[in-house]
């Protein structure tokens, strides 16, 4: 891998992996655009700069997850309730995840299968859109009003994202809509679950793949990709959140029926 495909994956990664639109899926596709061969270790090298999204999304939230350990040791009640929240909307991925990571990446790492979750997911955007139409974007619960039966909702819908192209930030935005939040609380719940959860398939990453992609790919590369996705999720993040405080989410459905459409047609030629 050269050091312009790093940092082209590394953008990539950043921009998208917040947004309602699949990170893994836009992975995918540009590492064919872009020339980078499939394989376990492109697999692993996607994943693997997940981190420098992470690192982004744990400095802007610094402050909430600064209250959930405050109160894991015994000292904010809220916070402690928070993070027991996380947990329970995490442990559904964690399960399923183990479960079947190898038989998903056999069967659903393409284009065509990313393509049509592309499109499913667009449509659902589009009419969760419909759905809230007329409602101001502050109407539902705050985050702290949560309760443990939503966190688990949010959690299993989390798990449909494992097919890849359908979004984890979608399934749980849209997961944190449908118990009730308001938008800026779906969206930051979804932001604390995605640290536990994309930090976890990181580390299980780079432990039974780490060496293998180092192997094939170098530090420098997994250092710019890196550094490439930090600075591009801490763009990506402050501009969504930006926008869905006052548009919502049908511009990402349009978005993903589109995409969804020209992938589709361009594998068809």
Same mark, same amino acid.
């Given at each position: 891998?050269?050091?312009?495909?790093?940092?082209?994956?590394?953008?990539?990664?950043?921009?998208?992996?917040?947004?309602?639109?699949?990170?893994?899926?836009?992975?995918?596709?540009?590492?064919?655009?872009?020339?980078?061969?499939? #394989?376990?270790?492109?697999? +692993?090298? /996607?994943?693997? &700069?997940?981190?420098?999204? %992470? !690192? *982004? @999304?744990?400095?802007?939230?610094?402050?909430?997850?600064?209250?959930?350990?405050?109160?894991?040791?015994?000292?904010?009640?809220?916070?402690?309730?928070?993070?027991?929240?996380?947990?329970?909307?995490?442990?559904?991925?964690?399960?399923?995840?183990?479960?079947?990571?190898?038989?998903?990446?056999?069967?659903?790492? #393409?284009?065509?299968?990313? +393509?049509? /979750?592309?499109? &499913?997911?667009?449509?659902? %955007? !589009? *009419? @969760?859109?419909?759905?809230?139409?007329?409602?101001?974007?502050?109407?539902?619960?705050?985050?702290?009003?949560?309760?443990?039966?939503?966190?688990?909702?949010?959690?299993?819908?989390?798990?449909?994202?494992?097919?890849?192209?359908?979004?984890?930030?979608?399934?749980?935005?849209?997961?944190?809509?449908?118990?009730?939040?308001?938008?800026?609380? +779906?969206?930051?719940?979804?932001?604390?679950?995605?640290?536990?959860?994309?930090?976890?398939?990181?580390?299980?990453?780079?432990?039974?793949?780490?060496?293998?992609?180092?192997?094939?790919?170098?530090?420098?590369?997994?250092?710019?990709?890196?550094?490439?996705?930090?600075?591009?999720?801490?763009?990506?993040?402050?501009?969504?959140?930006?926008?869905?405080?006052?548009?919502?989410?049908?511009?990402?459905?349009?978005?993903?029926?589109?995409?969804?459409?020209?992938?589709?047609?361009?594998?068809?030629?």
């Amino acid at each position: 891998m050269d050091w312009w495909q790093a940092l082209v994956i590394g953008i990539v990664e950043g921009l998208t992996e917040y947004l309602p639109v699949s990170s893994t899926g836009h992975i995918l596709l540009t590492q064919r655009l872009i020339g980078v061969a499939e #394989g376990e270790a492109a697999n +692993a090298f /996607a994943i693997a &700069v997940q981190a420098g999204a %992470i !690192l *982004a @999304v744990l400095g802007l939230y610094r402050a909430r997850v600064g209250r959930i350990v405050a109160g894991l040791a015994g000292r904010d009640a809220e916070g402690r309730r928070l993070g027991l929240q996380v947990a329970v909307a995490f442990l559904p991925a964690a399960v399923f995840g183990l479960a079947f990571d190898d038989k998903i990446e056999q069967h659903l790492f #393409g284009l065509t299968p990313i +393509a049509w /979750a592309w499109l &499913v997911g667009g449509l659902g %955007i !589009l *009419a @969760v859109a419909a759905w809230r139409k007329g409602k101001p974007q502050t109407a539902g619960r705050t985050l702290f009003e949560l309760g443990y039966k939503g966190a688990l909702i949010i959690g299993l819908l989390q798990c449909v994202a494992m097919w890849p192209g359908t979004s984890r930030s979608l399934m749980t935005i849209v997961g944190g809509l449908l118990v009730g939040l308001e938008m800026a609380a +779906a969206v930051e719940f979804s932001f604390l679950l995605g640290l536990v959860t994309l930090g976890a398939a990181t580390a299980y990453k780079a432990l039974g793949d780490g060496a293998m992609m180092l192997e094939a790919y170098g530090p420098v590369a997994l250092l710019i990709g890196f550094l490439a996705s930090w600075g591009a999720a801490v763009l990506s993040v402050r501009w969504m959140v930006s926008w869905l405080k006052s548009r919502g989410l049908a511009v990402f459905g349009w978005y993903r029926v589109a995409l969804a459409a020209t992938v589709y047609l361009t594998l068809l030629r």
